[in-house]
């Protein structure tokens, strides 16, 4: 009688087994990536308001005496108000308005204090 080596390795029915598990691991991860595509579009949107609100506030401060408006920039709107609150001192006021991919509308507002001599 010849004995025959066993050859180690894998049977079709493990590997099979494996690639199914594999695959529904990555079908339930499917939301989270989803989720954080959403998460990190809100994040750029959210930053290029600040970034937004922060160019127009310095506008505001630059001028002598600041007045209101509104603008459309990169598919935001850009409001302003200044308020005279006493003598020589002004209430401003910045707020950008967006709609995410879902048409959501989100906003983002910065109110500061200027003094005019």
Known sequence: MIKRKKIGGFTLIEVMSGMVLLAVGLLLLLPMMVTSIR???????????????????????????????????VGATRNWTSTLVSTGLYRLSVTVAWNDEQGYPHSNTMTSYMSVR
């Open 39 to 73: 998460a990190n579009n809100y994040a750029k949107n959210a930053t290029e308001a600040s970034m937004l609100i922060k160019d127009k506030m310095e506008d505001l401060k630059n001028m002598n005496i600041p007045n209101s408006g509104n603008d459309t920039s």
